[in-house]
């Protein structure tokens, strides 16, 4: 199979039919031999009712049908365990990504040979104010901090070769951070393309304004993973050490002080009268917390520990969890 499309959607009913259509359309004229894999992510709209009858009708449609909404990280990772397709194309349900992109997207990562081929949105059909520059500043920073040159990490509308979401687990709300899971298990050679971006034609969004608040903190999160994730030590443990030595040498001058002006005759305070005894006491056990926890992400790597982020309601045509 060469394409496998993989469509996370929450309350979508209204496009998910034309949606179909057109990739369809797209698929038939250029001879693809492709699989559709929706995941329904807990949608208390039609949705469900609507994608069991596609199914029904079309071969190449697959569902999953999650039992409560558990965001689109979730949906994307169930959708990769299962694509069988040489590419594997992510899109949003909402009509706002256009199928008709993926021939070419198909083509970077065949014959240009891209492991990832992240969409740029340049032209904007959103508010200003509410998403298109907190998008401009977000991308900026996700840029500068990951060392990968991309426009729009956030575009629903990406290709990628099928080694590449075999090996990435997409967890929490990494979604937005692919290229740079990507990056991390070894797949550099990652691309962009500029895509056309759809006025949205049903609905309103799903996501508000404290997405790029949860963004900002989510690429701390793959910020620091990415530099100490499979080291913790390395971060802990120096930072631990570094405290404790300060706190050590800093008892030792309080210590040494005042024996010297006791050995002298000269008038010294009891230590524990000294507030500067307490905050090297305290550097010290800051520092050994510190290494404690080093030590026990460390540990805790050393466990392999799947543990099930959501639970499917049903599936049809093969979908397995």
Known sequence: MQISVVIPLFNEEESIQELVEWILKVMTEHQFSFEIIFINDGSKDESEGILNQLTQKFEFVHAIHFLKNYGKSQALNAGFKVAAGEVVITMDADLQD??????????????????????????????????????????????????????????????????????????????????????????????????????????????????????????????????????????????????????????????????????????????????????????????ILLFIAGFLGELILKIDHQSQRYQIKSSTKKIEN
């Open 98 to 287: 256009n199928p008709d992109e993926i021939p070419e997207l198909y083509q970077m990562i065949i014959e240009e040979k891209f492991d990832l081929v992240s969409g740029w949105k340049k032209v904007r059909h959103d508010a200003v104010l509410t998403k298109n520059i907190p998008s401009k500043l977000f991308n900026k920073v996700a840029s500068w901090t990951s060392g990968i040159k991309l426009h729009d990490f956030n575009c629903g509308l990406k290709a990628y070769k099928k080694e590449v979401i075999k090996c990435i687990d997409v967890k929490g709300e990494m979604h937005r951070y692919i290229p740079i899971l990507a990056k991390n298990e070894g797949f550099e050679n990652i691309g962009e393309k500029v895509v056309k971006h759809q006025a949205r034609k049903y609905g309103s969004t799903k996501f508000g304004p404290e997405r790029f608040v949860h963004g900002f903190l989510d690429l701390i999160s793959v910020w620091f993973f990415t530099k100490f994730g499979k080291r913790p030590m390395h971060f802990f443990g120096a930072l631990g050490g570094l405290m404790f030595l300060i706190g050590f040498f800093a008892s030792a001058w309080i210590g040494i002080s005042k024996i010297y002006k006791l050995w002298n005759g000269l008038p010294a305070i009891l230590v524990t009268n000294n507030p500067w005894f307490y905050i090297a006491l305290t550097a010290m056990l800051i520092g």
